[in-house]
């Protein structure tokens, strides 16, 4: 897959490319089955990073980090900032239900979802996509280590933007 290409991502399966701010509205288009899912920016424009993003205070922890280890850690010539994962063996998560917490805690929730917080730092952060690909049969972690694998391999080793793990 070329991480490059959105065409790329649809010719794998991925489907939905909808807006943050869309979803925000209206997140029954979301599927709840499990599966793969990615957050993507296709605004062409250097990343502004903003001191205190939007993410939520999940047990009290401060989701922000400083504005130097989000430019350390941008990835140049991708839309793809984040590969996440909904449900798997013994997990009732569904892409409906993860993204949504994914969601709430950019609007500031106290939720869950410290995976990915650095894109609440964007300050586009709601014109980004998402896309999702429902794995009725596939184990999602499986498949979501597999992306992040062949994406270090295309990028030099370096993970996505907001991925800390993997």
Same mark, same amino acid.
């Not at 899912?37 to 922000?64: A, C, H, Q, W």
């Given at each position: 897959?070329?991480?490059?290409?959105?065409?790329?991502?649809?010719?794998?399966?991925?489907?939905?490319?909808?807006?943050?701010?869309?979803?925000?509205?209206? +997140?029954?288009?979301?599927?709840?089955?499990?599966?793969?899912?990615?957050?993507?920016?296709?605004?062409?424009?250097?990343?502004?990073?903003?001191?205190?993003?939007?993410?939520?205070?999940?047990?009290?922890?401060?989701?922000?980090?400083?504005?130097?280890?989000?430019?350390?850690?941008?990835?140049?010539?991708?839309?793809?900032? +984040?590969?996440?994962?909904?449900?798997?063996?013994?997990?009732?998560?569904?892409?409906?239900?993860?993204?949504?917490? +994914?969601?709430?805690?950019?609007?500031?929730?106290?939720?869950?979802?410290?995976?990915?917080?650095?894109?609440?730092?964007?300050?586009?952060?709601?014109?980004?996509?998402?896309?999702?690909?429902?794995?009725?049969?596939?184990?999602?972690?499986?498949?979501?280590?597999?992306?992040?694998?062949?994406?270090?391999?295309? +990028?030099?080793?370096?993970?996505?933007?907001?991925?800390?793990?993997?």
């Amino acid at each position: 897959m070329d991480f490059g290409k959105i065409e790329s991502l649809k010719n794998e399966g991925f489907c939905g490319f909808v807006s943050v701010k869309s979803l925000l509205n209206d +997140y029954s288009q979301i599927p709840a089955i499990r599966g793969v899912y990615m957050v993507l920016r296709t605004i062409t424009k250097e990343p502004f990073f903003l001191d205190k993003g939007s993410g939520g205070y999940f047990k009290g922890t401060d989701p922000n980090v400083a504005i130097k280890i989000l430019q350390g850690k941008w990835v140049y010539n991708t839309p793809v900032l +984040y590969i996440g994962k909904a449900g798997g063996e013994g997990k009732e998560a569904t892409l409906r239900s993860r993204i949504l917490k +994914y969601l709430k805690f950019g609007q500031g929730k106290p939720i869950g979802h410290k995976g990915g917080r650095y894109i609440w730092q964007l300050s586009d952060a709601e014109e980004l996509l998402s896309c999702w690909k429902p794995l009725p049969a596939d184990a999602p972690e499986d498949v979501e280590s597999m992306l992040i694998s062949e994406f270090k391999h295309q +990028y030099l080793g370096k993970r996505p933007f907001a991925n800390l793990n993997k």
